[in-house]
């Protein structure tokens, strides 16, 4: 895949992350600056950095389930220093609701 086309995958797919998860980090009392920044710092890092690092000794699925740990740990940092109540909760919900639609979205229609 060229370098272009990784890059209009993970635009997709961020833009999706964003939809999902930005509604609900609001209704959870964040900022917009708050819930945007929250899988903005997280995404490219899960998206460019753990294939790179964790898949080829943990296979694809345990390189994902380390990289969706790191996403929900990270953010639920960034929103408790943001003044957000019950943050790890909150980005427990974002994060499956993100990655559950993702995967649904993917089956249906093979995009991002």
């Known amino acids: 895949m060229s370098p272009g086309a990784v890059l209009t995958r993970w635009l997709a797919a961020f833009a999706l992350t964003q939809a999902f998860e ?30 790179r690092l964790l898949r080829a000794e943990l296979g694809y699925w345990g390189m994902v389930a380390m990289a969706e740990i790191f996403a929900v740990g990270a953010e639920a ?28 979205i993917r089956a249906v229609f093979g995009w991002p």
């Open 77 to 104: 940092l960034w929103l408790h220093a943001n003044g957000v109540r019950r943050a790890l909760p909150w980005s427990l919900l974002a994060n499956a609701t993100s990655f559950g639609c993702g995967l649904l």
């Open 22 to 51: 930005v509604p609900l980090y609001l209704r959870a009392g964040a900022g917009w600056r708050t819930a945007f920044l929250a899988s903005a710092l997280t995404h490219p890092v899960v998206w460019f950095v753990f294939p």
